[in-house]
């Protein structure tokens, strides 16, 4: 059995797009919210967490929906095409209000900002579920950690993009000193990155032709399904499936937690401690994501041969370090310097370990027909760690200390240890091939 990869790769394009979107917004918005409208890191936490609370209700709900979606261009591509096409007319109304109300501020223009930004997550949560169940639609059980991991280096591509053009659009020269910043430019090419991708994706990738084949192919392997019949044509998991089920959605939600609260205040953090402007972070979250591109596949190949849950588990624990770590740098240094990049090229390594396996041990757990439900289960305990994360972050770095952030990350990522080690299921060892061998089923 081998692993299409040139299909693979066209189908983390929408995954591309995402992540693109979401590297912007939680680098740009929290600043917007800070520097233009003047609000404190309590209330812009909790609008930053207004994109959780829809995910929390949305993400299961049109994951389920595409389930039972069929039209002539698939289940999941209909629910791509509308939320993105959305989501780029929507987001470029944000610098607009954001520069109109920085000119002369009134009460409209911020109503309007929350308006227009609610509509633009409710846009983003319609397809996310969907496109990202696109993958274990079309791959086979055993081979969903290697298409993971390149559907992971996809988005890790998509967050590069724009790191790399955030850094050289809005260098720390440019930045420093500078009353507001205008981000139309920035907002212009994300739109652009993210309609050239899903317009690729729907050109050559044909779901439903790929979908039949997959199912036709999992009806010859009974074996890889975990759910039973219960008696009456409906199939239901086990009670230790679905206990191990729950142990890693809550791992899941406790990774996020601290992993988002980096994620989301990082850019502020360095500017408030080290000086740092957009661009010195954005340099910085470069190089972690970095690290997590040149990891996803040998990640994936790694896991084949020892086990997703060992695999994420070393991956907590790394993670876990490198945050404590970066508590250490920034309590030391007083600018961003070799060390750090070298610690966040291994936080970029560490999600990748993470990232690639926790997913397709999700869905192992359900037949084909509840991908897009399981997905959805998947988000819902993301999406509901950081519904708590961004403020609850916030408002200690305001009561206690900005050097708190690294702390709190890290000991909600090591709590994820405790509860990964009661996860029974969902890890589908595929034994490993030495040398050049290993790269056979990675071949088209």
């Known amino acids: ?90 987001m470029n109304i944000l610098p607009i209000l954001d520069n109109s109300y920085y000119a002369k501020a009134s009460v409209f223009k ?16 319609t397809y996310r579920s969907p496109a990202v169940a696109l993958m274990p639609d079309v791959t086979p059980k055993p081979l969903r950690s290697k298409a993971n991991a390149i559907i992971n ?31 139309q430019i920035l907002f212009i090419v994300v739109a652009a990155i993210m309609f050239i991708a899903v317009a690729l ?46 142990f890693l959605l809550a791992s899941i939600a406790l990774w996020f937690i601290g992993y988002n609260a980096v ?22 979250l470069l190089v972690a994501t970095a690290g997590a591109i040149v990891s996803y596949i040998p990640i994936g190949n790694i896991a084949s041969k ?8 070393g991956g907590i624990i790394l993670l876990a370090s490198m945050f404590f770590l970066g508590f250490v740098l920034t309590s030391i240094f007083t600018s961003i310097n070799a060390i750090m990049y070298v610690s966040f090229a291994l936080v970029g390594l560490a999600w990748a370990a993470i990232n690639v396996n926790s997913l397709p041990m999700v869905v192992e757990m359900c ?24 403020a609850l972050a916030g ?21 994820s240890f405790v509860t990964m080690t009661q996860v029974k299921h969902g890890d589908q060892k595929v034994e490993g091939k030495k040398g050049l061998a290993a790269y056979e089923d990675m071949d088209d």
Request: aromatic fraction near 12%.
């Open 1 to 90: 059995m081998k692993l299409n990869n040139k299909r693979t790769f066209l189908v983390g394009l929408a995954f591309l797009s995402i992540c693109a979107f979401w590297q912007m917004y939680d680098n740009v918005v929290p600043m917007i919210l800070t520097n233009t409208f003047h609000l404190n890191e309590t209330y812009s936490g909790f609008i930053m967490a207004v994109d959780n609370v829809l995910a929390l209700f949305l993400l299961p709900l049109f994951g389920s929906l595409s389930d039972k979606a069929d039209t002539k261009i698939g289940k999941r591509m209909p629910f791509i095409l509308f939320g993105t096409g959305c989501a780029i007319i929507l």
């Open 110 to 125: 911020v109503v309007s900002f929350i308006v227009v930004l609610g509509l633009l997550l409710i846009a983003m949560g």
């Open 153 to 183: 280096l996809m988005g890790a591509v998509g967050g590069m993009i724009y790191l790399a053009i955030a850094a050289v659009l809005y260098p720390k020269a440019k930045t420093r000193n500078v009353p507001h910043v205008d981000y």
């Open 201 to 246: 994706l729907f050109l050559f990738v044909k779901e439903p032709k790929l979908v039949e084949e997959n199912r036709k192919l999992e009806e010859r392997h009974p074996e890889w399904n975990l759910a039973e019949d219960d008696g009456s044509g409906r199939e239901i998991l086990p009670d230790d499936v679905k206990r191990s089920l729950g």
């Open 263 to 284: 994620t989301t205040w990082f850019t502020t953090y360095v500017s408030v401690v080290m000086g740092e402007g957009l661009g010195g972070a954005s340099t910085c």
């Open 306 to 313: 020892i086990g997703r849950k060992k695999t994420i588990m």
């Open 367 to 390: 037949k084909g027909s509840d991908i897009g439900k399981f997905t959805g289960y998947y988000y819902t305990a993301s999406m509901s760690a950081q519904i708590v994360t961004p």
């Open 395 to 415: 408002t200690l770095m305001r009561l206690i200390s900005y050097k708190v952030l690294f702390i709190y990350a890290s000991v909600f990522v090591l709590l």
